[in-house]
């Protein structure tokens, strides 16, 4: 069965203080994984699509990659407006548009 | 930048009722998608909508869903007799074309059903 798992289930950092959001896959046939941050009662804000084992895509503070078995999504000196819940997704190549999402990580950036 | 959007953003009904929940999709995507969100749990996909039909569909969107893209901007989703475990977060997501694996979410409709 297909399964996307995240850790820490929530993480709590300085500001300025750097870490590392895990997310493990088992999936059939992956054919792109990807990275969204939410916000409280709000919808999925995509930040990156990683389709290959070792590519790595960067935005602003944060840089994500990919490995066969896991994506990571490093946070280099974060800021409080940082502090949102991340979360990992993957799709299948024999599923047309499937997304499958893992349960996030809740992050919190204390100034 | 283009979004989105989806109406209203919260819909509380009685158990029984019908609801429609609407969202108007990016102007130049072609593929739709609703997922649901209970509270506290993992976002998960209902269905997928392209050329006018169902692409996919998980075992969640049983017969008492259905979807339907009424005219060129509109992509509906409705639950014909609301149950107390439809109560959720209902986002819509859209994408460009069958090249990119990218959806894009909206802001999502919270449902209360009572």
């Known amino acids: 069965e297909d399964q996307v798992t995240q850790s820490p289930e929530a993480l709590r950092l300085q500001e300025g203080e750097s870490s590392s959001l895990n997310c493990s896959y088992t999936v059939s046939g992956l054919r792109g994984l990807f990275w969204y941050r939410q916000d409280p009662g709000k919808g999925p804000e995509f930040l990156f699509t990683?389709?290959?084992a070792g590519e790595e895509k960067e935005k602003e503070r944060l840089k994500a990659t990919l490995t066969k078995k896991e994506s990571f999504l490093h946070i280099t000196a974060p800021k409080p407006e940082d502090s949102a819940t991340y979360l990992c997704?993957?799709?299948?190549?024999?599923?047309?548009?499937?997304?499958?999402f893992g349960p996030g990580t809740s992050l919190s950036v204390i100034p | 930048e283009p979004e989105v959007t989806q109406t209203p953003s919260h819909q509380v009904t009685q158990m029984g009722q019908e609801v429609i929940l609407r969202c108007v999709p990016i102007?130049?995507?072609?593929?739709f998608y609703w997922y649901r969100q209970i509270l506290g749990q993992k976002v998960e996909f209902l269905v997928s909508f392209y050329n006018n039909e169902i692409s996919e569909k998980s075992e969640i969107f049983d017969d008492q869903f259905s979807v339907e893209r009424p005219d060129g901007s509109n992509f509906t989703l409705k639950i014909r007799s609301t149950k107390l475990e439809d109560s959720a977060m209902y986002f819509c997501?859209?994408?460009?074309?069958?090249?990119?694996?990218?959806?894009?979410f909206g802001p999502g409709t919270r449902l209360t059903v009572l």
């Open positions: 997704a993957v799709i299948r190549g024999t599923s047309y548009d499937k997304v499958i």
């Open positions: 102007s130049n995507h072609l593929y």
């Open positions: 997501a859209s994408k460009t074309s069958g090249v990119t694996d990218t959806q894009y």
């Open positions: 990683l389709y290959s």
